[in-house]
């Protein structure tokens, strides 16, 4: 069973950053392709990053060059570090787990001025 716990959301003014966190259970988090989801308020939840086991990622078009996804295998621990943020990017983050199906429970993230 893999148990996922995001944190690093808040409230940043555009063009600011912030790092989120995913922190996961399980011995065998190293094998593991992770990935962020996000889910504006109306609107369906969203992929936006994904890394494989291997380090090696993809990004939705709308955060490219933006946004990093790194993993730390030794933490069993995933990151979203997001740059220049915009209005847009508001929305509660998610992390998941796609071969088991598990999600975090969110954390929001708040673009304003």
């Known amino acids: 069973q893999v148990q996922l716990v995001e944190s690093g959301g808040g409230l940043v003014q555009p063009g600011g950053s912030l790092r989120l966190s995913c922190a996961a259970s399980?011995?065998?988090?190293?094998?593991?392709?992770m990935d962020w989801y996000r889910q504006a308020p109306g609107k369906q939840r969203e992929l936006v990053a994904g890394i494989t086991s291997g380090g090696s990622t993809n990004y939705a078009d709308s955060v490219k060059g933006r946004f990093t996804m790194s993993r730390d295998n030794a933490k069993n621990t995933v990151y979203l570090q997001m740059n220049s943020l915009k209005p847009e990017d508001t929305a509660v983050y998610y992390c998941?787990?796609?071969?088991?199906?598990?999600w975090g429970q969110g954390t929001q993230v708040t673009v304003s001025s």
């Open positions: 399980g011995s065998i988090f190293g094998i593991y392709a």
């Open positions: 998941h787990e796609p071969r088991g199906g598990h």
